[in-house]
């Protein structure tokens, strides 16, 4: 493969300590989704992408823009956030610097969002059921199976 004429750009190219981070890399640390550092690059690089091609995405834009990129901190909902903030909407529906979840985009709302667990909390093999969802968390392998059964 030669790159020779080609425009490369790269994370540093946008922003660095010494000139200045670009809004997406600022944004990022706004929103602890800098966590290990092994992403970020691409979920920044994929991101400026998207908006120089278009300006005012909508989050799902955003969100599906990112679908390759690879998490392995668990970061991933922060910097999703932190992305989704460059959305058309995002003034509209970011507040104190929180954006929708992933799962609130599909149109439903976990139960416990906000939710606090105290001392007492039990826990159950099911955490969470409402009409349309179960959420289950196996406390051994047999409930485990059965669960996977199922589906």
Same mark, same amino acid.
């Given at each position: 493969?030669? =790159?020779? *004429?080609?425009?490369? &750009?790269?994370?540093?190219?946008? *922003?660095?300590? +010494? ?5 997406? $890399?600022?944004?990022?640390? +706004?929103?602890?989704?800098? $966590? ?5 690059p *691409?979920m920044?690089?994929a991101?400026n ?10 989050? +799902? ?6 679908? @390759?990129?690879?998490c392995? =901190?668990? @970061? #991933?909902?922060?910097?999703?956030d932190?992305?989704? &903030? #460059?959305a058309g909407? &995002?003034e ?6 929180? =954006? ?16 606090? #667990?105290?001392?007492? #909390?039990?826990? *159950? ?5 409402d ?8 406390n051994?392998?047999?409930t ?5 059964e199922?589906?």
């Open positions: 493969l030669s =790159c020779d *004429g080609w425009e490369i &750009s790269t994370v540093e190219s946008l *922003g660095n300590k +010494k000139d200045g981070f670009h809004p997406l $890399q600022s944004r990022l640390a +706004k929103f602890n989704g800098s $966590q290990c550092g092994f992403c970020s *691409g920044i690089m991101t992408s998207l908006l120089h091609e278009n300006e005012s995405p909508t989050m +799902k834009e955003i969100e599906h823009s990112l679908d @390759g990129n690879i392995r =901190c668990t @970061g #991933f909902r922060p910097i999703l932190a992305m989704k &903030s #460059f909407e &995002s509209e529906i970011c507040k104190s610097a929180l =954006c929708e979840d992933i799962e609130d985009l599909a149109g439903w709302v976990c139960p416990k969002k906000n939710a606090l #667990f105290s001392s007492e #909390f039990e826990h *159950g093999n099911i955490l969470i059921r009409k349309n969802k179960t959420w289950i968390s196996p051994n392998l047999e485990l199976f059965d669960s996977l199922k589906i």
